[in-house]
């Protein structure tokens, strides 16, 4: 079973920063892709960010320039920076981790989310 731990949200002011991370573990034979959501009040989970195991990183446009996502894969961990906050970045950040076990089944797995909350 695999379980994930997210931290790094908070309340923090516009054009502020902060880290989410996420720690993957139990069961875990091989991560593939990694990623962040969000879901604002009212609206649909959307993407804001994502990192294969190997490959090009994507981004959200409403993002991009000031969000990075990186990984750790000693750690099974996925961080996500994010500078230059803006009001509208307040949501649910939820992070995203496709894995497989030893016998080779996929799994996609989700944070229990963290809130993030960007004063004007």
């Known amino acids: 079973q695999v379980r994930l731990v997210e931290s790094g949200g908070g309340l923090v002011q516009a054009g502020g920063s902060l880290r989410l991370s996420c720690t993957a573990s139990g069961g875990i034979y091989r991560i593939n892709a990694m990623g962040w959501y969000r879901q604002a009040p009212g609206k649909q989970r959307e993407l804001v960010a994502a990192i294969p195991s190997g490959g090009n990183t994507n981004y959200a446009d409403s993002v991009k320039g000031r969000v990075t996502i990186s990984r750790d894969n000693a750690k099974n961990t996925v961080y996500l920076q994010m500078n230059r906050l803006k009001p509208e970045d307040t949501a649910v950040y939820y992070c995203?981790?496709?894995?497989?076990?030893?016998?080779?089944?996929?799994?996609?797995?989700w944070g229990q989310g963290t809130q993030v909350t960007v004063s004007s």
């Open positions: 995203n981790i496709d894995t497989k076990d030893w016998a080779g089944r996929s799994f996609d797995n």
